[in-house]
């Protein structure tokens, strides 16, 4: 992880990397510490740009980690400060990318602790679902909550993400505090490792 490079910021499809390889992604509402997320667990502290301006990620950030692994910031959506259009041709090209991409193995969706499951984050669940992509969710920023607090938020997302055909499970993150830091990087190994799903003949 303390090895990922910067390869390439994507607006279009078409500059996706072609090479191929195995890719796990990163998602999450503007300002919910996804970028913050990132740099914890690959500990590199500037790897991904963060702010205090929602929604700064706004293209499709690529990072090699050798061997042909890659991981991948998605932008933030929700409450960036911009036009209607700009946040419909993120989400269009979120959705292409979690359905379309054959080098995905999985998604690591950060929402916070204190405000998870929005609308938003249901609609980034429902598109892994059909494909059966995994998802790992993080719940963030979970220093600022008790410890009951915190417990009780990890239950009931657990409970209300149990009924998705697609495999999601949950823990608790704080990017400041180093919580759940190598759980976290254990999941994205593990799915790195997995070998690509055969494709079905028709």
Request: charged letters at 20%.
């Amino acid at each position: 992880m303390n090895q990922a490079r910067f390869a390439i910021a994507a607006a279009e499809p078409g500059q996706w990397p072609s090479a191929p390889g195995a890719e796990v992604a990163f998602a999450g509402r503007s300002n919910v510490g996804k970028s913050s997320a990132v740099n914890a667990i690959t500990r590199q502290r500037g790897l991904a740009r963060t702010s205090k301006t929602p929604g700064r990620t706004q293209q499709i950030v690529f990072f090699e980690l050798g061997g042909g692994a890659r991981l991948v910031d998605l932008p933030g959506y929700g409450y960036a400060k911009v036009p209607e259009t700009v946040r419909a041709g993120w989400a269009r090209s979120i959705e292409r990318y979690l359905t379309g991409r054959d080098a995905l193995r999985g998604l690591i969706l950060v929402m916070d602790a204190r405000h998870p499951l929005t609308e938003l984050d249901r609609r980034m669940l429902d598109w892994c679902e059909p494909g059966g992509l995994p998802v790992h969710i993080l719940l963030t920023k979970i220093d600022k909550l008790g410890r009951s607090q915190a417990g009780q938020a990890e239950l009931s997302v657990t409970r209300a993400v149990a009924v998705l055909a697609n495999p999601v499970t949950v823990q608790q993150f704080s990017a400041l505090k180093r919580i759940g830091v190598s759980e976290a990087q254990e999941k994205i190994v593990s799915w790195l490792r997995e070998p690509p799903a055969p494709i079905e003949e028709m």
